[in-house]
């Protein structure tokens, strides 16, 4: 049950983290602040899959860049459709 507890949290917290900074009125402003909300959560991804699963973090980073990419084309393709 904390597996759950802890996996429900942090996806709400992850999912809420960069879509809060859009309740500031500046455009500009706000996706600055997701920008840098989403590599803070990237970078704690990398560190945690270093510390924790021993994976090397220069292989954790790229691992989560390229899913990134992956998740960053589908949006764009299933935008277009």
Sequence with gaps: IKRGIA???MTA???LGHAFPYLIPDFWVATSLAI???FVELWA???IQNKFM???FFKA???IVL??????????????A
């Design 7 to 9: 996996s429900g949290v």
């Design 13 to 15: 917290v992850g999912g």
């Design 36 to 38: 840098f909300l989403v």
């Design 45 to 47: 991804i990398a560190w």
């Design 54 to 56: 021993k994976t090397p």
């Design 61 to 63: 980073a790229l691992q």
């Design 67 to 80: 899913g990134g990419a992956l998740v960053f084309t589908a949006g764009i393709l299933i935008g277009n």
